[in-house]
């Protein structure tokens, strides 16, 4: 089972917990430095060292021997970044199964270990991308500094190498424009927001990711707790808001959630950002109560599995733009009305 279909803390606004942790080898240029050659070179390095690991549960994929729409569909799955997906020779992803790891070969650094979990689980997750890292660190020549810490291709990532990101659902946040006030109090105290897919992107379905920008002289447990407390603000802004909105305007937000779920229950063509704009609404209804058909479960697969080269993968085929729009709308009915189908069948 994907990880994104487990039960996770705070859910209701807290969709998933990232944590990265970036590792380079020593004396070897930083991949955008590197050639085709050195790159296979330290691919090689690394994969003989994840064979050995005694948890030997990540399949490796080679980047440039992927179909473009296979490439994108990671992305899509946050499980390789754009950087990445350019394919060159040498550039290479470790997976595990359930998808929740991914250690990413030759991007901006040449090792980044990543761990998500469903809902907010900073601490486990952290744990879990440790371990790889200090088996990592014992068997390979690690690029690190007593005075600065680990060495990265970036200055803002040197000293942990370690980036905590939440994603983060924040409907009501959003629609009565505090969100550039948020934005601007999580700046000023060392965080960065970022749309679904993290650098460059736009918020989609008020789905944003917040992630720490200060690696350097604190420590990891200090980011952790100081990462903490400030996501445990935004849920408690998040979580007021929407009572007071739902106590004030409470037919207006039943009206259009229940009008969502008209749209994604008949629509025949759903363009993906009205798709996650619809499931955003009706992620509002399961949190506020009065949505009980539909679970969050539910919710999570289609906002993990919608985008257009995962509907493309999960048709076998490349399909033309108009097609996506059906094929999405298609499974979308699919997910919503299965269900509602088991129920009246044990009725």
Known sequence: MSWYLEAGNDSDIVLSSRIRLARNLRGIPFPNRMNDESRKKVLEQISDAMLKRPENDLMRMDIAALPETDRRALIENHLISEELAKGQEGQSVFISKDENVSVMVNEED??????????????????????????????????????????????SNTGTGLRASVMVHLPIVTSIGKMPNLIDSLSKAGYTVRGVYGEKSKPAGNIYQISNTITLGISESKTLVNFARMINEVIALERKLRKDYYEKNKDRLEDKVYRSLGELTYARMLPAGEAMNRLSDLRVGVACGFMKDIDERQLMLLLNTIGDASVQKRCGEVLLPKDIVTKRAEFVREVLTKKEEKKNENE
Do not use: C, D, W
Request: net charge negative.
């Open 110 to 155: 040449h090792l980044r270990i990543q761990v998500m979990a469903p809902g907010f689980a900073l601490e486990n997750t952290y744990k879990q991308a440790e371990e790889i890292a200090i088996y990592l660190e014992k068997a390979l020549p690690i690029a690190f500094s007593e005075k600065y810490g680990f060495l990265t291709a970036y200055p």
